[in-house]
């Protein structure tokens, strides 16, 4: 069996205990912008350095800047707001809840966190929410797949359509609703059209749709056949043996906990991902972590990426 194998971290990456001392002391008046801003290009170089080290296939920013997967969004976009203070799923970690406050008018075509990526190398990897996500986890009196649809025409694909214009390969779609709170069956051909009208904006760069923070069995028969290029599964939570087989897409598999220190084998790990590209049979395979890497201590997170490597690498060897 001949298989294509990519690799690629996404979300969000840990700061570093540099970069949390200095905006602390920014807010005391103890230290100036200027040290905040040298404290963070340090980290992105680390995390640069990090993806080279590893061999990885896409190049990600670690989303260092954003303070969490809405905000850059919500601040580029005019009739957004983010105020209310909500936990992130089951984790240690908070949002601000997107409100809707107007009509949605995008002020610029990236978010202002993204518009500095010329030290980025290619091919580049985008973290961006679901629209399901989005319109679930904001604040509005809206129908919710109305919102949904509003927030896709007027924020989403604006801004994915402006990414892969510079440069960006992958975009990658964060969704962690639909496996941890589940979805009702009326609202699947509203994200679908969601999705479609993404995959339009996206032209011949890869559209990946990431599940996670859950079981994604209960929801595959609707996931592997909506428009995306792969559909991401959390296979800490997941069985491979009820995900089908013959699948129609491509398949990212989470398979490196971002919630839990211990590091993975390398080859616990490539045994695994064979099974599932055995099992799944899909049309591509990228292997990534099942979450975001936030969760981590930043040492612990860089050691995650370099395995990444190590796994993709050895997978390339044997599944060719």
Same mark, same amino acid.
């Given at each position: 069996?001949?298989?294509?194998? &990519? $690799?690629?971290?996404?979300?969000?990456?840990?700061?570093?205990? @540099?970069?949390?001392? @200095?905006?602390?002391?920014?807010?005391?008046?103890?230290?100036? $912008?200027?040290?905040?801003?040298? !404290?963070? &290009?340090?980290?992105?170089?680390?995390?640069? $350095?990090?993806?080279?080290?590893? /061999?990885?296939?896409?190049?990600?920013?670690?989303?260092?800047?954003?303070?969490?997967?809405?905000?850059?969004?919500?601040?580029?976009?005019?009739?957004?707001?983010?105020?209310?203070?909500? %936990?992130?799923?089951?984790? =240690?970690?908070?949002?601000?809840?997107?409100?809707?406050?107007?009509?949605?008018?995008?002020?610029?075509?990236?978010? !202002?966190?993204? &518009?500095?990526?010329?030290?980025?190398?290619?091919?580049?990897?985008?973290?961006?929410? +679901?629209?399901?996500?989005?319109? %679930?986890?904001?604040?509005?009196?809206?129908?919710?797949?109305?919102?949904?649809?509003?927030?896709?025409?007027?924020?989403?694909?604006?801004?994915?359509?402006?990414?892969?214009?510079? /440069?960006? %390969?992958?975009?990658?779609?964060?969704?962690?609703?639909?496996?941890?709170? #589940?979805?009702?069956?009326?609202?699947?051909?509203?994200?679908?059209?969601?999705?479609?009208?993404?995959?339009? @904006? *996206?032209?011949? $760069?890869?559209?990946?749709?990431?599940?996670?923070? /859950?079981? &994604?069995?209960?929801?595959?028969?609707?996931?592997?056949?909506?428009?995306?290029?792969?559909?991401?599964?959390?296979?800490?939570?997941?069985?491979?043996? +009820?995900? #089908?087989? =013959?699948?129609?897409?491509?398949?990212?598999?989470?398979?490196?906990?971002?919630?839990?220190?211990?590091?993975?084998? *390398?080859?616990?790990?490539?045994?695994?991902?064979?099974?599932?590209?055995?099992?799944?049979?899909?049309? +591509?395979?990228?292997?990534?972590?099942?979450?975001?890497?936030?969760?981590?201590?930043?040492?612990?997170? %860089?050691?995650?990426?370099?395995?990444?490597?190590?796994?993709? @690498?050895?997978?390339?060897?044997?599944?060719?």
């Amino acid at each position: 069996m001949t298989t294509s194998v &990519a $690799a690629y971290q996404h979300g969000i990456y840990p700061r570093s205990e @540099a970069v949390v001392a @200095a905006t602390r002391g920014l807010e005391r008046g103890r230290t100036s $912008a200027e040290e905040v801003a040298q !404290a963070n &290009a340090a980290d992105r170089q680390d995390f640069l $350095a990090a993806q080279g080290e590893a /061999g990885l296939d896409y190049f990600s920013d670690g989303l260092l800047r954003w303070q969490d997967i809405f905000r850059p969004l919500v601040e580029l976009c005019g009739g957004l707001d983010a105020r209310t203070l909500v %936990r992130w799923f089951d984790n =240690n970690s908070f949002f601000r809840a997107p409100e809707v406050t107007g009509d949605l008018v995008l002020s610029g075509a990236v978010p !202002a966190v993204m &518009a500095d990526d010329s030290d980025l190398p290619g091919p580049k990897v985008a973290t961006l929410p +679901s629209p399901y996500l989005f319109s %679930r986890a904001a604040q509005s009196d809206e129908d919710r797949n109305a919102l949904m649809m509003d927030l896709t025409r007027e924020v989403l694909r604006p801004v994915a359509s402006a990414l892969i214009e510079r /440069g960006y %390969r992958v975009i990658h779609l964060q969704e962690p609703w639909v496996p941890y709170f #589940g979805i009702e069956s009326a609202d699947w051909d509203d994200f679908e059209k969601a999705l479609g009208e993404l995959r339009e @904006a *996206t032209g011949d $760069a890869t559209l990946v749709l990431h599940a996670y923070f /859950g079981d &994604a069995a209960p929801h595959v028969d609707r996931l592997r056949r909506l428009p995306v290029d792969a559909v991401g599964i959390d296979f800490v939570a997941t069985d491979v043996e +009820s995900l #089908g087989s =013959n699948w129609e897409v491509g398949i990212v598999a989470g398979v490196l906990d971002g919630r839990s220190s211990p590091i993975e084998s *390398t080859d616990g790990t490539v045994a695994f991902v064979k099974k599932v590209a055995e099992t799944l049979q899909p049309l +591509s395979v990228f292997v990534s972590s099942n979450c975001e890497l936030e969760f981590l201590p930043r040492d612990l997170a %860089r050691q995650k990426v370099l395995r990444l490597g190590e796994v993709s @690498a050895r997978l390339k060897e044997e599944l060719a």
